[in-house]
């Protein structure tokens, strides 16, 4: 009972962290005219063919930081000059970046 609670706790909080990463890409890409209907699970965020640069990226980073901090009361810090410059980066699409962000945790 208790390994099942944990996965499920985990699913919960991992759903939420897409989600909010989700809302925050398409916020970003829209003030920064790039106009995009959907950011999903698999969207490209990051590398070749993202609608975003890196500096918008740094933002999203900084918003989900601070989601973490005030949801799960997880202070941990996602930006990093490796998985940047990594040509699999962990922020390429939402999923991986929730994925990443719950290694940080």
Known sequence: YKIQNITSKGKIM???ILKKICEITLQVANQEEVK????ES???IYGEGSAIDSLDLVNILVEL???LSKEFEIDIELIDEEALLNTNSPFRTPLALANYSLTKI
């Open 65 to 67: 930081e601070e989601f």
């Open 36 to 39: 995009l209907s959907t950011v």
């Open 42 to 44: 698999n969207t490209v």
């Open 14 to 16: 991992k759903d939420k």
